[in-house]
Nanobody
């Protein structure tokens, strides 16, 4: 059974930084791609970022490019991915989800991910 455990987030002010974590356990081992998505109040869930199984390929939504960065720590007892979010704005407020796929490279499409974390709230005050 695959589990994605998320941590991080909270209430911050505009301009602050936050790092989200997503720890994977179960049958994923280290060879999986991980994506980040978010859902703002009253809006549909949207793509934020995706990183490959070894970190050599990343892709970001235009709205976060240059401010958000993914990184990975794989091969240890627990595989963990991170989403570093800098220079946050009120438009970044929402519930952030990590999602994994057995494929080594992911995409922007939510349908491509079979395993999801429960989400973590990030609230940015103006």
């Amino acid at each position: 059974q695959v589990r994605l455990i998320q941590s991080g987030g909270g209430l911050v002010q505009a301009g602050d930084s936050v790092r989200l974590s997503c720890s994977a356990s179960g049958s994923l081992f280290a060879n999986y791609a991980l994506g980040w998505f978010r859902q703002a109040p009253g809006k549909e869930r949207e793509f934020v970022a995706v990183g490959s199984w070894n970190g050599d390929s990343t892709e970001y939504a235009d709205s976060v490019k240059g401010r958000f960065t993914t990184s990975i720590s794989r091969g240890s007892a627990r595989n963990t991915d991170y989403l570093q979010m800098n220079n946050l704005t009120a438009e970044d407020t929402g519930v952030y989800y990590c999602a994994a796929t057995f494929r080594r490279y992911g995409s922007r499409l939510q349908e491509g991910f079979g395993f999801w974390g429960r989400g973590t709230q990030v609230t940015v005050s103006p």
